[in-house]
């Protein structure tokens, strides 16, 4: 097992806990995220605990999310006050939105091996 990236690297993200009472989700998400997507995230969480960060970028007063509405919407049902997240803050919004598409259309690139 290699070591972890050095803090220098321009890679690495440091993972930070966000008051889930400051996170705005994007009001634009394409994502249809229905209460049952919640109720099976929420038992993800519950069982295996919140493994991947949310990511969020300094707004007016707020963190606005980049990344992960349905983790953050377990979370509010799971109570879970503060969330695991890396601020993306550095990228511009043009890189914010070119991330957002890819990452939307990550899962439709792989493919079940049956």
């Not at 929420?42 to 949310?54: C, D």
């Amino acid at each position: 097992m290699s070591e972890a990236a050095p803090a220098t690297d321009p890679t690495a993200s440091e993972i930070i806990m966000v008051s889930r009472a400051d996170i705005q989700p994007y009001a634009a998400n394409p994502r249809r995220i229905t209460e049952q997507n919640v109720t099976d995230m929420a038992a993800l969480i519950r069982h295996h605990g919140f493994r991947i960060p949310i990511l969020v970028r300094a707004g007016d007063g707020v963190w606005e999310l980049v990344d992960g509405h349905l983790r953050l919407r377990a979370a509010e049902r799971l109570g879970l006050e503060h969330l695991p997240a890396i601020d993306v803050s550095d990228l511009s919004a043009a890189q914010i939105t070119a991330f957002r598409l890819s990452v939307n259309r990550a899962a439709a690139l792989a493919e079940w091996d049956t």
